[in-house]
């Protein structure tokens, strides 16, 4: 239950830690494998407290934004963002592009009047129905920009230091292997691993500056 409580509020702040804490709950379920009921109850517990933090402000959403979504409703206006003709792996050269001076709410006033005629829940849905529609008909498009954002991510591009966070990257990912790859430390592996996988995994499908790798890097260090 604290744990549960632990992460809810930690969502209330970043919500894009869920998938770290699913790749956890999936260790948790496989550990627990040979007693599902108990594994149930851990689950089921955990949930509880999450839904004890979370609720008021899930609350707050469809009282004030008229809809129900997670925490925040911003993924829609992202994915659109970050996925059309001349899109770049970089939220830094999107910013600069004429693309995002036209389409975005902080630097379009038709895209401001916009929203502030739908209301903020039903315009993200309309950016996340043309996001999914451009990628739908964009497969290869959207697949290199996903490879790029990956390459973006782990291995970005800086003036001066960029071959020392390279080394970094590169040798903690061998860490990670050698944890994997020792039999009484593949637990630690696969927990590392899911924060890494987890955290990471939304940076894969929208754009991304050096800031969000951050949280991180001490897991590449350690």
Not at 73 to 93: I, M, P, Q, R, Y
Not at 107 to 127: D, H, I, N, T, V
Request: hydrophobic share 55%.
């Amino acid at each position: 239950l604290r744990t549960g409580l632990f992460w809810g509020a930690g969502f209330l702040l970043a919500p894009t830690v869920l998938p770290v804490l699913l790749g956890f709950l999936a260790i948790g379920a496989w550990r627990l494998r040979p007693s599902v009921g108990v594994a149930c109850r851990w689950v089921a517990v955990l949930s509880a407290g999450v839904t004890m933090i979370t609720a008021p402000w899930l609350a707050r959403n469809v009282s004030q934004l008229g809809g129900l979504f997670f925490v925040r409703d911003d993924l829609g206006l992202e994915l659109f963002v970050s996925n059309h003709d001349g899109a770049s792996a970089s939220a830094t050269a999107n910013y600069r592009s004429p693309y995002w001076v036209t389409a975005h709410p902080f630097s379009s006033a038709g895209a401001a009047a916009e929203l502030a005629r739908m209301g903020e829940w039903a315009f993200e849905r309309r950016k996340l129905g043309e996001a999914l529609e451009w990628i739908g008909s964009h497969p290869r498009v959207f697949a290199a920009l996903t490879a790029a954002r990956v390459r973006a991510f782990w291995f970005p591009t800086l003036p001066r230091w960029g071959w020392l966070l390279w080394t970094a990257t590169a040798a903690g990912l061998a860490g990670l292997l050698l944890l994997l790859l020792a039999r009484d430390s593949r637990l630690a592996a696969m927990t590392l691993g899911s924060i890494l996988v987890g955290y990471s995994a939304i940076y894969m499908v929208v754009q991304s500056t050096l800031r969000y790798q951050h949280p991180l890097w001490w897991i590449q260090l350690l």
